[in-house]
């Protein structure tokens, strides 16, 4: 338990060095904030959420949304729920906590294995499924008292913005109402926690990476996230109740390479904490789920890119791939183009 960076970094004057990143691997210079990335009204006319939204999918595949049915109420009870979890007495998480990424709800620090870790991430994270409810929520923390009532709300409501906007990029596309129904059967969260770090520049809370699934939704206070756009790397402002929108590699596959994925990365302050609260969906890698760029978007024209393959064993490769030494060669979707 004493891993955790949150019950050990309060008040530390430097970076210990299994957290000093490697020169090509550190944040970098003065990164700007990105003034380009789409800040969308979902309550605004519908066709022109279509439009912007299919837009920004292309340019950055990345977006922000406002008014998009989650209560302000509601996120701001999240915000205050994970502020007491990641603060509360170590004894208090002792029952989700391990020194390693694993299956059901886990509480663990750095990276998917921080024995084996050359370097380290200044981050902890909270991670499990979410629905349905009935079969995840009994493995969630027990304390704060209120967390499985609470995310429960939570996690209906992301869930009813999620389809919606599936539904609005698939009809940007110009694919039937539900079509990304059959591959987001998973939904799960990530609750990353950055404390104060003594010099940003030399640590990292989690490297530049592209998500595996179908898309994500990632709810912020604090400035730390940024995403890679023309080999460079831009941040992303937090705006007050905005849902950062992130696509993840599945839908640049079904899409047949007309929308984008995101690379982003993590980057950490010297002055306040960062909680970033995180929701993926998916298909289920335990079940043999086909996936496919859509036919209707394949043409004479626009021939199909990716091959056929099961999403269990995209997840495989994938995992694979990130876990070996860097600098790496490529990306996980080049086993997959045609």
């Known amino acids: 338990m004493a891993l955790l960076v949150s019950s050990w970094s309060n008040g530390v004057q430097s970076v210990p060095q299994d957290y000093v990143m490697p020169p090509e691997r550190r944040p970098g210079d ?3 904030v990105c003034k380009d990335i789409p800040v969308i009204n979902l309550q605004n006319d519908r066709s022109e959420i279509v439009q912007q939204i299919l837009k920004a999918c292309q340019e950055f595949g990345l977006f922000q949304v406002v008014n998009h049915g989650v209560s302000e109420e509601l996120m701001a009870d999240m915000r205050n729920l994970y502020d007491e979890f990641f603060n ?37 994270t909270l991670k499990h499924g979410c629905l349905p409810l009935e079969e995840h929520s009994p493995s ?67 490297g530049g990476h592209t998500d595996p699934n179908l898309i994500t939704f990632l709810q912020q206070d604090q400035y730390g996230l940024q ?32 929308l ?59 995992m694979a791939f990130i876990r070996k030494p860097l600098p790496r060669d490529g990306t996980p979707l080049d086993l997959y183009r045609l």
């Not at 004894?91 to 998917?112: A, P, R």
């Not at 994925?261 to 993590?266: C, K, L, N, V």
């Open 88 to 124: 509360m007495p170590i004894e208090d998480k002792l029952s989700v906590y391990s020194e390693s990424f694993g299956k059901g709800c886990t509480l663990y620090t750095s990276g998917l294995n921080y024995a084996k870790e050359d370097f380290h991430y200044w981050k902890d």
């Open 227 to 258: 995403i890679q756009k023309d080999e460079k790397w831009m941040g992303i402002d937090p705006i007050p109740n905005a849902f950062v929108v992130n696509l993840g590699h599945q839908l640049k596959i079904i899409s047949n390479d007309t």
């Open 140 to 206: 969630w923390p027990d304390k704060p008292a209120r967390y499985r009532e609470e995310v429960g709300r939570y996690v209906v409501e992301v869930r009813k913005m999620a389809f919606n906007i599936l539904d609005i990029i698939g009809e940007g596309l110009g694919l039937n109402k539900g079509y990304f129904n059959r591959v987001s059967q998973e939904q799960a969260m990530a609750i990353n926690h950055y404390p104060p770090c003594p010099d940003p520049s030399l640590a990292m809370g989690i």
């Open 260 to 318: 984008k994925s995101a690379e982003h990365r993590g980057v950490t302050n010297s002055t306040a904490s960062r909680t970033s609260i995180v929701t993926f969906f998916g298909p289920n890698p335990g079940l043999p789920v086909l996936i496919e760029p859509a036919k209707e978007l394949v043409t004479s024209s626009n021939p199909q890119v990716f091959k056929s393959f099961q999403y269990n064993d995209f997840i495989s490769n994938y």
């Open 30 to 32: 003065f990164v700007s």
